[in-house]
C-alpha cells in the first residue's frame, strides 16, 4: 500500500517562494509517476507537476511552467515540488499523489486527477497580493 504525506505548505506574499515534500512509503520506487495537484475552491483538481520514476522525465503545465521545479530524492523516497515566483492564484490546497505507469508517455498523458489512486491529505498554500 502507497502511502503519501504531505508537507511544506504555508502562506506567502506575491513573488514568494515554497518549497512542498511528499514522504512515500510501500512502493518499490521505479515505475511509478509521481505528481503534484492542487485544487482551489469551487474548481477542479488539477496537476501541476509530475515526474516518472524510472527515468525521472518531468511534466508541467502552462500555468506553473518555469516557476515549479518537481524532483525526488530516491534515497529518501521523498518528493518535492520547488515554487517560485507565487502568484495569488497559485492559492489552493496541494496533494501529493502517485500510480504506477508502464512508461513516461502514460505519466505525461494521464493528467487527470482520477488516473491516480494514492493520494496524501493535502497542504495549503496561500499566496497574498
Known amino acids: 500500500l502507497v502511502q503519501l504525506a504531505e508537507s511544506g505548505g504555508g502562506s506567502v506574499q506575491t513573488g514568494g517562494s515554497l518549497r512542498l515534500s511528499c514522504a512515500a512509503s510501500?512502493?518499490?520506487?521505479?515505475?511509478?509517476?509521481m505528481a503534484w495537484f492542487r485544487q482551489a475552491p469551487g474548481k477542479e483538481r488539477e496537476r501541476v507537476a509530475a515526474?516518472?520514476?524510472?527515468?525521472?522525465?518531468?511534466y508541467y503545465p502552462v500555468a506553473v511552467k518555469g516557476r515549479f521545479t518537481i524532483s525526488q530524492d530516491s534515497a529518501k523516497n521523498t518528493l518535492f515540488l520547488q515554487m517560485n515566483s507565487l502568484k495569488p492564484e497559485d492559492t489552493a490546497m496541494y496533494y501529493c499523489?502517485?500510480?504506477?505507469?508502464?512508461?513516461?508517455?502514460?505519466?505525461?498523458?494521464?493528467?487527470?486527477?482520477?488516473?491516480?489512486?494514492?493520494w496524501g491529505q493535502g497542504t495549503q498554500v496561500t499566496v497574498s497580493s
Open positions: 499523489a502517485a500510480e504506477r505507469m508502464s512508461s513516461s508517455g502514460y505519466c505525461s498523458a494521464r493528467y487527470r486527477s482520477g488516473s491516480y489512486n494514492y
Open positions: 515526474i516518472y520514476t524510472t527515468n525521472k522525465y518531468t
Open positions: 510501500g512502493y518499490t520506487g521505479s515505475g511509478y509517476c
